[in-house]
């Protein structure tokens, strides 16, 4: 398969369910949540998309260096409209070799991993940039239909999250998982059990404004979620001394 190819196509569908789904929006403020904890000048969001996450990480930390790499180059120019200063630069985590000149203090890892079919490679390459901290998060729980469609190659638990991080030379501060029961629970039942069809193709192309106003009650919901159990996986890490 040729991964650049079909990032580009799915990312021409994803925008708007980026942007609005309940699911992305949940995790961003997870992201955002853990970030808070921490001391940084500068950012990498590596796996960037269009540049929600980086967005909001420039509203609420203005001085902090926005940087950004993707696959895709059609997420990459969407990136850049709605991002205008930060710096960004398409890279391929398996095939591209890390820039010496490339090192951030704070890097953040969204839904990115379970689509390489190398994450230890990747996770080195993004040791060999990570100046502080790294912020990982991967899809947990059972690897379905629905995941394999949008291209998963595997799913996580917080210790073999943590195993593979460590493996790439990086000390996991903590681990934890999320999300039940709104999304684990019943966001998962239903990509299960309604027809395939339907779930293939639910939450693509452009939305609507009732789509949205239907997305935003869901994101009401997804507040209910716990932050210490569910099919979310997350890891903080910072890189071994040497």
């Not at 403020?29 to 500068?42: A, Q």
């Not at 704070?106 to 996770?123: G, R, T």
Request: net charge neutral; proline share 3%.
């Amino acid at each position: 398969m040729d991964d650049a190819k079909f990032y580009d196509e799915m990312w021409i569908v994803w925008r708007d369910m980026q942007q609005y789904a309940p699911a992305p929006r949940y995790l961003r403020r997870m992201v955002m949540k853990e970030l808070s904890r921490l001391e940084f000048d500068s950012v990498l969001d590596a796996g960037c998309g269009q540049g929600t996450l980086l967005e909001m990480i420039g509203a609420k930390y203005p001085l902090v260096e926005l940087n950004g790499c993707e696959l895709s180059e059609t997420a990459l120019e969407a990136c850049r409209q709605k991002v205008p200063d930060a710096k960004l630069h398409r890279m391929d985590f398996l095939q591209d070799e890390v820039s010496i000149d490339r090192s951030y203090d704070v890097i953040v890892s969204v839904q990115v991993l379970e689509h390489l079919e190398d994450d230890l490679c990747a996770l080195q390459k993004l040791r060999q940039m990570c100046r502080r901290y790294i912020v990982v998060n991967v899809p947990g729980g059972k690897l379905d239909a629905h995941g394999r469609r949008n291209g998963h190659y595997r799913h996580y638990t917080t210790e073999s999250l943590s195993a593979v991080m460590r493996e790439a030379d990086f000390d996991v501060l903590r681990s934890f998982s999320c999300g039940w029961p709104v999304h684990s629970l019943l966001y998962r039942y239903a990509a299960r059990t309604l027809p395939q069809k339907l779930v293939a193709g639910a939450g693509l192309g452009e939305y609507s404004r009732a789509k949205r106003a239907a997305m935003q009650l869901l994101d009401y919901a997804y507040r209910l979620n716990l932050s210490f159990v569910g099919t979310e996986v997350f890891a903080i890490g910072t890189p071994r001394k040497r």
